[in-house]
């Protein structure tokens, strides 16, 4: 018979969809032998106080947070970690000696697959000015990209984070002449659904030589990936920072590292489903 949890994890947010988050941490707590559970709890706004006095009374160790709470969560914390407040959002709780904390690992997540490249970018042009946005600008500051220059279809959203964040800011209609080695979408076009065929960066766009990185990883080849490998660009799929943000989660509550490369073999096998 298996061992009941003694610890419990989850994510909230609302609606919760289809999340991989789940499979993601159960997987962890399998491969480390950890007697603890991940849930989804789907948390619509007028209950997330109630959950969050639940957080501090119920064995909870961590919890991944999504949309509509990663603003809202951090009056319900004790400490807010310096990149969570540079990107005004949270994605994790998790518990530091009796203190509850709110990091953000969506900037390490994006880091993570350039961290460790020997490419050095001149510019970056950052496509869209959400949510996920935020901590790609996050991320290109701490790796000390100086050069950034960001814009979205509702302009006034972009010019508000090119203050925020001190960077430059140009109109949708202008991102193909803005001469830029690493482009990120940032949008959700190309994702599998309504947006699968489109991009937000078409062939003639994609000059000179740099790097193409989608956030969007179901599918892992969007078209604006294939449309920058046609190009002779690099790319780089969103997996690599949904892998990196979960793996620094489970490193936050455990301790323990899941390999990269596990997480990537079992979100394709579930998006092949
Ligand atoms: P969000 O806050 O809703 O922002 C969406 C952004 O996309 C906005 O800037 C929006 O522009 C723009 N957009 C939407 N439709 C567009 C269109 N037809 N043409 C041009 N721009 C359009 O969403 P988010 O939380 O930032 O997430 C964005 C994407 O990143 C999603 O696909 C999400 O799955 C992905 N993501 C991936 C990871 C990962 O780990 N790989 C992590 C976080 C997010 P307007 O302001 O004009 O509406």
Redo the contacts with the bound molecule.
């Keep these: 018979m298996n061992a009941i949890p003694e610890k419990l994890y989850g994510i909230i947010g609302h609606p919760l969809g289809h999340t991989m988050s789940p499979a993601l941490h159960n997987s962890g707590f399998s491969m480390f032998s950890l007697p603890s559970v991940y849930m989804a709890f789907p948390t619509p706004p007028e209950k997330l106080a109630d959950f969050m006095t639940a957080f501090r009374t119920l064995p909870l160790y961590g919890a991944s947070v999504t949309?509509p709470h990663k603003e809202t969560v951090m009056e319900y914390v004790d400490r807010i970690t310096p990149r969570a407040t540079l990107v005004g959002a949270v994605n994790t709780l998790y518990w530091d000696n009796g203190v509850l904390v709110g990091d953000n690992t969506?900037v390490l997540?994006f880091m993570a697959p350039l961290i460790d490249s020997p490419a050095t970018y001149s510019r970056a042009l950052v496509l869209?000015?959400?949510?996920?946005?935020k901590?790609v600008l996050a991320g290109l500051k701490e790796l000390g990209v100086h050069n950034v220059t960001i814009c979205?279809?509702?302009a006034h959203?972009a010019a508000s984070l090119a203050v925020q964040f001190d960077v430059d800011c140009v109109d949708w209609d202008a991102r193909g002449i803005v001469e830029a080695d690493l482009v990120i979408n940032?949008?959700?076009?190309g994702?599998a659904g309504d947006?699968v065929d489109?991009t937000?960066f078409a062939e003639e766009m994609f000059t000179g030589k740099g790097t193409a990185y989608d956030?969007?990883?179901n599918p892992l080849e969007t078209v604006f990936l294939r449309t920058a490998k046609a190009a002779g660009w690099e790319t780089i799929d969103?997996?690599h920072?949904?892998a990196a943000?979960g793996a620094e989660q489970f490193r936050l509550w455990t301790g323990e590292n899941i390999p990269h490369d596990h997480i990537r073999n079992l979100v394709t096998d579930m998006l092949n489903l």
């Design positions: 949309i969506d997540g869209g000015a959400g949510g996920a946005a901590a979205n279809r509702t959203r940032t949008t959700p076009m994702m947006h489109k937000t956030l969007v990883y969103g997996l920072m949904f943000q």
